[in-house]
């Protein structure tokens, strides 16, 4: 089992849908939990950030951390052709050892 | 947010020659860190670069292939050594930022993007 799982694969949306994009981890020490996004050719820009279990919304989106189930999310609302981009999940205990899925490549369609 | 410069943005270099990518950040940061994302993959961690101690490489790389250079708090460099085709990919540094309340970040340059003929 690999460390941190992503899905879905790559998934193409309607403007205006609602996206979740979703993570599972299989570490226990895990503590603190991003989200990155990154455009074609770009570097990733992190785009939420949540410590242990819980909610954090900030604008349109919203990432969820369930540390019972080791299970991440983030929720993408309105979403927009701007949105459109490859989403990293990252988490790390104590610093250090950050653990990246592997992406998800989002597309949003006028 | 720190903000991370790399340079250069992109090259193409010959099969056997060296490349040299250089890190800058606009603050004094301890740990700084190399990756490496392949097209279309995740982000790989090469080694954790600390100003004033030997590069720490994960596995599967080492020191005489991927030369790291740490020699203050705001700069780093990464040396991809006798390069092969096989060497193609995006060279990311990234910093680590530990914030009030002891919550960790880490920030991203723009990529170095290499294709080796």
């Known amino acids: 089992q690999k460390e941190v799982e992503q899905d879905p694969g790559p998934l193409s949306v309607p403007e205006g849908a609602i996206v979740s994009l979703n993570c599972t981890y299989s570490?226990?020490?895990?503590?603190?939990f991003m989200w990155y996004r990154q455009y074609s050719r770009k570097g990733p820009e992190l785009l939420m950030y949540?410590?242990?279990?819980g909610n954090k919304e900030d604008g349109r989106f919203t990432a969820q951390v369930d540390k019972s189930s080791k299970y991440i999310s983030l929720f993408i609302r309105d979403s927009q052709p701007s949105d459109s981009a490859t989403y990293l999940c990252?988490?790390?205990?104590?610093?250090?050892?950050?653990?990246f899925g592997p992406g998800t490549r989002l597309s949003v369609l006028p | 947010s720190a903000v991370i410069s790399q340079k250069p943005s992109r090259d193409i270099c010959q099969r056997g020659t060296s490349l040299t990518i250089q890190c800058q950040v606009d603050?004094?940061?301890?740990?700084m860190f190399w990756y490496r994302q392949q097209p279309g993959q995740s982000l790989t961690l090469i080694a954790t670069?600390?100003?004033?101690?030997?590069?720490?490489?994960e596995s599967g790389f080492v020191i005489d292939k991927f030369p790291i250079s740490r020699p203050n708090l705001t700069f780093s460099t990464l040396t991809v050594s006798n390069m092969s085709p096989e060497d193609s990919s995006i060279y990311l540094c990234?910093?680590?930022?530990?914030?009030?309340?002891?919550?960790?970040?880490?920030?991203f340059g723009p990529g170095t993007r290499l294709t080796v003929t």
């Open positions: 603050s004094q940061v301890t740990m």
């Open positions: 990252a988490m790390t205990s104590y610093g250090q050892n950050f653990v």
């Open positions: 670069a600390n100003q004033g101690s030997e590069a720490t490489y």
């Open positions: 570490n226990s020490a895990f503590q603190y």
């Open positions: 949540t410590y242990s279990s």
């Open positions: 990234s910093v680590e930022d530990r914030l009030a309340g002891g919550s960790y970040e880490q920030y």
